[in-house]
């Protein structure tokens, strides 16, 4: 996946949605080696002026600029990837833990787990930082929580955070893919034959649903 390079070798990850909760909600991430990522948002200011700075958010662009800016990565060989939950799903979760509090934020703190997993190494002393876009429509924090939990179970150190569009404006990198997934389609195009994409697999495993939804107090009974 990633080859190590040195000790301090590190990757600043940025995870965005296009989609609300309990709607059809797509992932999109990227994960920009922390020594070119200065060089890399230079030369994506430079291919497409004022997108970053602006309020312009991937849904607003059109498919041929979406795989521009694909493209564009796959170029500077930074690892992308985005997964998608359907909203019949979400209704499957509640189904199966009928009366469970927090669904949407258990369901993406999942997500945000399993995109983490395909940019993510167990037991590696590579550095991650992940950076969550903040949704207004959950609490941010308690699913980053959740993917913190999971992460740490299977091994993976990440270290994990949130931030607003306004003051993390690489959010937007996420942003552009998860809306290419939306807009444009992982089979279509360019997307799923990048050499740099990271496909990534059917997301709600029962397994880790049990893990979130059932607290270690019910096991405990059983």
């Known amino acids: ?26 992932f999109g991430l990227v994960a920009i080696n922390s020594d070119f990522a200065f060089n890399f948002e230079k030369e994506f200011e430079k291919l497409f002026p004022r997108i970053l700075r602006s309020k312009v958010k ?65 037991d590696s002393s590579i550095r991650y930082k992940a950076t969550f876009c903040v949704d207004n429509q959950l609490d941010t924090n308690k699913a980053r929580r959740i993917a913190g939990r999971l992460l740490e179970s299977n091994k993976r150190k990440v270290s994990l ?15 552009f ?17 990048s050499k740099h994409y990271k496909p990534c697999p059917p997301p709600l495993r029962e397994s880790l649903l049990n893990r979130v939804f059932i607290s270690r107090s019910s096991k405990k009974k059983k």
């Open 58 to 122: 991937g849904k607003d662009l059109s498919p041929k600029k979406l795989l521009k800016i694909i493209d564009f990565f796959d170029k500077q060989k930074i690892f992308f990837t985005s997964y998608l939950i359907k909203s019949e799903e979400y209704m499957d979760v509640k189904k199966m833990f009928p009366g469970a509090s927090y669904v949407e934020e258990k369901v993406f703190g999942v997500g945000y787990y399993r995109i983490l997993e395909q940019v993510t190494k167990k």
């Open 161 to 175: 955070t949130s931030a607003i569009t306004r003051d993390c404006q690489q959010l937007k990198f996420a942003d």
């Open 177 to 193: 893919v998860a809306a290419a997934h939306r807009n444009v389609g992982v089979g279509f195009g360019r997307l799923k034959c």
């Open 1 to 26: 996946m990633f080859k190590k390079h040195n000790r301090n070798y590190s990757y600043d990850i940025f995870v965005d949605v296009s989609g609300g909760p309990c709607d059809t909600t797509y």
